[in-house]
């Protein structure tokens, strides 16, 4: 048991620093790559892996929809088509600041989560939690303002792909928390039958972007430059990130697999350090509100379940624990 947990810890940090890792990356890559095309190469090649990983663990039986494939189809699109193509086109839109603006999105994931089941559900969280909610959007509002708010509000340039990256972090949120859909499938059926479905998606969206003029076709010698990136992405971020947190989830639960969220932005600011871009105060004191957001939360939803002396709840309950 102790070694499973183990296992559930390194699985759910190894994703985590894999995504906090991928903002720079991609960065680097539009230089010479548009970010949908970025994204299909690198998920066209992350589901081909799955799917042989797939059919070698559970056989074609594991391939039958059974009934699920709109909700498949639903999910994966939220994961693979919003998310994926949204936030690299949100980061691309940015420039160098959307690097950080990316990742403490992705830090804002559970605080999403939180908003998205009281406005589903109609509970209200404790105020304990509402305090973090608020807590960790003034951190995501200063790295993304840097300070200037006036300035931020009167330039569409900045609002918008801000909001095309809330709304892409917000799909894999939905992503996340349909999971629960599919009780009884392992977290590898679960991460490639939706990836496939979701990538076919993308592909079709990127195929009207193509035909419409706004992109062009890659060249060999830009796929070349960027294939130690694409590489780098399908690994990492990719297979192991997807299919690890799946699973790390399911061993730790998802309140003890959300405290690792907090290596997201922790990590993209060293790599941004270390890549010569200039990090603001602002950043800092940003990613110290959504860390701090995130633990005491977390904190005190352990609080509540000792307290209840509950069974181990489901995503949605975890986030409704702190209901008054």
């Given amino acids: 048991m102790r070694h499973r947990i183990w296992l559930g810890a390194l699985l759910c940090l190894t994703a985590s620093l894999s995504w906090g890792a991928m903002f720079p990356v991609a960065n680097d890559a539009f230089f010479h790559i548009d970010p949908f095309y970025f994204t299909i190469f690198r998920y066209g090649s992350v589901t081909l892996i799955l799917i042989v990983a797939l059919y070698w663990r559970e056989g074609k039986e594991a391939f039958r929809l059974e009934g699920k494939g709109f909700s498949l189809w639903f999910f994966g699109t939220m994961a693979f088509t919003i998310y994926n193509v949204l936030i690299f086109f949100g980061q691309d839109l940015l420039g160098e600041p959307g690097i950080m603006v990316a990742s403490i999105m992705e830090a804002l994931m559970p605080t999403i989560s939180i908003v998205i089941v ?24 200063l790295v993304i303002t840097n300070g200037d708010v006036i300035s931020f509000f009167t330039a ?30 392992s977290a590898l059926r679960y991460s490639t039958l939706s990836c496939l ?9 990127v195929m009207l972007v193509t035909v419409s003029g706004y992109i062009s076709v890659p060249t060999i010698e830009n796929i070349k430059i960027v294939s130690p990136h694409i590489l780098f992405m399908i690994i990492f971020p990719g297979v192991i990130a997807l299919v690890g947190w799946n699973v790390g989830v399911n061993i730790l639960s998802p309140l003890n697999s959300l405290l690792f969220i907090n ?14 871009y200039t990090i603001t105060m602002y950043d800092y004191i940003g990613a110290a509100c959504i860390i701090v957001s995130l633990l005491t939360n977390n904190v005190f ?24």
């Fill in 118 to 141: 009281w406005l589903l559900y109609k509970q209200r969280p404790h105020p304990v939690t509402i305090s973090c909610v608020v807590v960790a959007f003034i951190g995501v509002f």
């Fill in 301 to 324: 939803l352990r609080l509540q379940l000792r307290k209840n002396k509950q069974k181990q709840p489901t995503f949605k309950e975890q986030t409704q624990e702190s209901v008054s």
């Fill in 197 to 205: 479905l979701g990538t076919v998606t993308a592909s079709l969206v």
């Fill in 263 to 276: 290596f997201v932005p922790v990590t993209t600011l060293v790599i941004s350090h270390f890549q010569g």
């Fill in 156 to 185: 569409i340039n900045d609002i918008i792909p801000s909001f095309i990256i809330f709304i892409a972090v917000t799909g894999w949120v939905v992503y996340t928390m349909g999971g629960e859909h599919f009780a009884g499938w």
